[in-house]
Each structure stands twice: as C-alpha cells, then as structure tokens.
C-alpha cells in the first residue's frame, strides 16, 4: 500500500491514467482468448464479424498495452527522481548525530540501490495491472460458460496457490536477509578502499581482512543469494505447471462434473492462456515482495517515502545580520550547562561529556587543549549545532538558540576539521572575485604549482594531507564568516606553515574582530591564544 500511495503523491494523473489503459489492455486480452474459445466450443464457422472483432479487439490490446508502457515509462523517471531529491533532502537535514549512527555504507545504499528497487516495480507495474484484469476477464468468462466447472477448477488450484504463497513468503524473508548482506558488503567495500594503503603495507592484516571479514560475509551473500532465487525459481517451476494439472483433473473429472467436451476444450484454451498472462505476473510479484522489504528497511532507519523536497535554494547569507540587529563580527556565545552522551545501545550508557561552562566574544583566540577521547571534538560539535545538548541551551548574543533558529545560528561558523572534505567547487559563493581571491589564496598557502581554480573549480585535489588542510583553509578564508573553528589544522603541516598559521593567519583574523577557537596541541604557540581551555575525561578543567 506504500508503493501505491508514493505513485498517488508522484503523479496521479500519470498514474492513474497508466492503470485505467492497463486494465483496458488487460480486458482485451481476455476478450480474445474468451472469443477464439468460444468460437471453438460452440462449433461455429469462420465469419467475417469474427475476424473483424479479433482484428479490432488485438488493437485495442496493443495501443492501450503499448500507451500504459509509455505512462509508466514517465511515472518511473518521475518516481526515482523525486525520491532521489527527497532521500538526499532527508539526508540534508537529519540531525548529524543520527547520520553518523547510520553510517556511510548505509547511506550509500539507501540513496543507490534502494531507490532502484522501488523503480524497478514501477515498471512491471503495467504486467502487473494486465495480468490482474487478463486473469479476471478470463474468470467472469469460464464463470459464464460453466460455474459448477469453474468451481471444480478452483478447488484444484487451491492446494496449489497455499504452495506457491509459502513460497513467496519464503522468498521475502531472504530477499530481507540479501539487503542485510548488501549493507555488510558495501561497509567492508568502504573499509577495503579507504584503507588500502593500511592493507598493502601489513601481510596479518591484509589476510584476516581477506579471510575472516570479506570472504565470510561475500559467501553468505551469495549462499542467501543462492537461497532467494531457488525458492523463486521453485515458485515459477509450480506455477508452471499448475496448469496443466488442472487441465488434467478437469478431463479427470469431466464426468462427475457433467462437463461437455465442447466446454472443456474452451476451459483448457482459457487456462493455458491465463498460465501466459499469470506467468509475468508472479515474476513481478518478487520485485513488489522486495520493494516492500526495501520500503520497511527505509523506514525503520527513520527516512520517509516521501515525495517532497524540503530544502530551499537560500540567499546568500554570509553577511546576515545576526540576532537584535548585531552586527556579524560583534558576536557573543554562552554556553551554560550543556551535556551529551553517546548511547551504545538501549541498556548501556556511553561516553558522557559536560556540563559545559563557558563563554567567547568576538575579537579572541581560544585555544581548546586536552587528551584524545576528552571530549574536544564532541565540544565543538555541540557548539556548532552539529550535536544537539541532552541538557542546558547555548545563547547567541543573549538570545537561546533553538530548532527555528539553529540554522541561521550554523551560518555564523567556518570549520575545517580534522579530516576536511574539499569539494571539487567552491559553492555557495557570490560574486565575481571568487576566482581572484582564491587564486590570491594559493599563492599565500603555496600550491599554485599543485592548484588551479578556473570557474569556481579546483584543477586537481590529489594532494597531501597538509596540502589538503590548506586549501580547506582557503575555502574557510573566503567565506568570511564571523567565526573560525580549527580542529587540529597544524597537525600533519610542516614547520613553516605551523609558524604561519600561528604567528601570522590567526592574529589576521583577531585584528579583523573574528572569533577563533582552535583545537591544539602545539604548547609553543600557547602565548598566541587570548586564553586555553583544557578538557580531560568529557569535563572542563
């Protein structure tokens, strides 16, 4: 019913006008089979009203087979689109404590193969549909031409579809068990790509990856596999010959039904030509099953089917103003009272950090120091809104940040972390010097022997660690937001640009009234920062 109710929001016009001509092929179908068979059971020679009615109703099957494809065609194209835009939306803006539980792979598979799945019974949706109104059409027929036959015919296949059900169920619950598997695969997949270099450089390590993490969850895989297909393979083999069994037991038991041959032999042309059009249609039936199971994984990691987009292109807001008026750089932040914690599962507590006390103006450095696993990153997370606090709130120049304004809050903040992300553009940007104060930029931070931009486009981004934190330096420099977040920037730069960094770009951004926190470990530099905030076991010292 989920499936249905997608369509219905898609596109309703496309959707319903595909099932109407469905059904009208579908009714032509079985009005051909009902007309040759009864041409055949009542004797009657070959007429010109005959012919004429065959040739009449195989275009009315054709055109109108032929139109549902083509709407269903467009209600695909249309279907994937929006659930593409609308995952990537809810990707957007889920809270990112949520998003990293789920973890990339997950994601991955979520925005790739799931919605594929669920595209893919868009399109048997018209053999779906025409197999349903052939088999009924041919139903109302055999009704007509012989009930107390129709019912014998049912009383055979009843044993038949209770089989061929189990069987689907079966199916079901290992389609479930394949995207499990799949989840498992694309997790390794990451673990194999990210860290090939760990892998090369340590024979131990590369064989137990090998061997007790890819090679056992690969087998399952295709054991599961395996399993899916054979159980579905058995189901087609069933409904195979179902039908040929029941031809077989209404010849068997033409006699006790009273049934004249005439009648018989237009019941068995009905029943080969519903074992034609039932055919297709228990070979879509799996792909329903399994846009089914997609569909409940989707919602029960806490996505919607859903088919609008939430995100709205935006102005530029670099250079809002903030709240009362103030303007950008003339900013304050409390943080009074906030806790987080990291739940491991329903049972166990996790890792607790705060409650957090403290407060920055515009115009400092603050430097944030302490051990690794102290909470500096967790910290820094909440006060950027990344994290929402399980206790106390943040002030924004005297105002409570919350859910409605937590995203102009967010706007406030350049952050390069520890392990940067660079985009292959520099987006978001307006003006027309972007190209300039970049290239600017990277004469500063000397990789225009490594770097070009051309268009809002960075030439080349196979660089070093350090080279890559430069050039997220460049795009935060650019941004000109009113405060700067450090995680660690120093770490992995040679001296030089250690030295720069410190004694040089950071007394910039003081001078300019910019607020600057950075999270370090270089002591020698300490006499740079206006104060150190010391962190140890999730707590302020």
């Known amino acids: 019913m989920n499936l249905l109710k997608l369509f219905h929001k898609t596109a309703p016009s496309l959707f319903y006008s595909s099932l109407f001509t469905s059904i009208i092929s579908g009714f032509s179908n079985a009005a051909l089979a009902g007309l040759i068979s009864h041409q055949i059971a009542m004797q009657q020679p070959i007429n010109s009203w005959f012919l004429y009615s065959l040739v009449f109703l195989i275009l009315i099957a054709v055109c109108f087979d032929f139109l549902a494809k083509q709407l269903l065609n467009r209600l695909l194209n249309r279907v994937v689109y929006k659930l593409r835009m609308s995952f990537a939306s809810q990707v957007l803006t889920l809270p990112f404590s949520r998003l990293e539980t789920l973890g990339t792979p997950r994601l991955f598979a979520l925005l790739t193969d799931d919605i594929l799945i669920i595209g893919n019974v868009t399109a048997q949706l018209p053999t779906i549909c025409v197999g349903l109104t052939t088999l009924l059409g041919c139903v109302l027929y055999l009704a007509w031409l012989s009930p107390l036959t129709l019912i014998g015919l049912i009383v055979f296949a009843f044993p038949v579809i ?24 694309y997790s390794i997949y990451r673990d194999l790509t990210d860290g090939m270099k760990e892998l090369k450089l340590h024979a131990n390590r590369l064989s137990v990856f090998y061997y007790e993490y890819l ?34 037991g209404l010849f068997a038991s033409s006699n006790w039904l009273g049934t004249s041959i005439e009648v018989l032999g237009a019941y068995a042309i009905m029943v080969l030509y519903i074992k034609s059009a039932t055919m297709t249609l228990f070979t879509a039936l799996p792909l329903w099953s399994g846009a089914q199971v997609a569909i409940n994984k989707i919602e029960a990691i806490g996505f919607k089917l859903r088919v609008s987009e939430t995100i709205t292109r935006s102005a530029n807001t670099l250079n809002s103003k903030t709240p009362n008026g103030i303007g950008t750089n003339d900013i304050r932040i409390d943080v009074e009272g906030i806790c987080y914690a990291y739940q491991k599962n329903k049972e166990e507590q996790g ?162 009234d910019k607020l600057v926190i950075a999270i370090t470990h270089d002591d020698q530099y300490f006499d740079t920062a206006d104060r150190i905030i010391k962190f140890d076991a999730g707590q302020i010292e």
């Open 162 to 185: 209770i089989c061929y059900w189990l069987l689907q169920k079966k199916t079901s619950q290992l389609f479930q068990n394949v995207i499990g598997l799949r989840n498992q695969l």
């Open 351 to 512: 890792f607790h950090v705060g409650p957090f006390n403290c407060s920055f103006q515009s115009g400092e450095v603050v430097f944030i120091t302490g051990g690794n696993g102290s909470g500096k990153t967790t910290f820094l997370k909440l006060l950027i809104g990344l994290y929402s606090p399980k206790t106390g709130q943040i002030a924004w120049n005297n105002q409570e940040v919350t859910v409605e304004n937590l995203e102009e809050y967010r706007q406030n903040f350049a952050v390069i972390f520890s392990e940067p992300y660079l985009f292959p553009h520099l987006m978001g940007f307006v003006g027309e010097s972007v190209d300039e104060q970049a290239q600017a930029w990277l004469q500063r931070l000397q990789l225009t022997n490594k770097v070009e931009v051309i268009n809002n486009k960075f030439s080349n981004l196979k660089l070093s660690f350090g080279q890559r934190k430069r050039l997220a330096l460049l795009t935060a420099y650019i941004e000109d937001r009113p405060i700067y977040i450090f995680d660690e920037w120093a770490a992995g730069q040679d001296p030089e640009f250690r030295k720069f960094f410190y004694r040089t770009l950071l007394p910039e951004l003081k001078a300019k």
């Open 215 to 248: 090679q056992p969850v690969t087998i399952s895989s295709r054991e599961t596999n395996t399993a899916f297909h054979k159980y579905h393979l058995f189901a087609q083999s069933v409904n195979q010959f179902t039908y040929f069994i029941l031809i077989l």
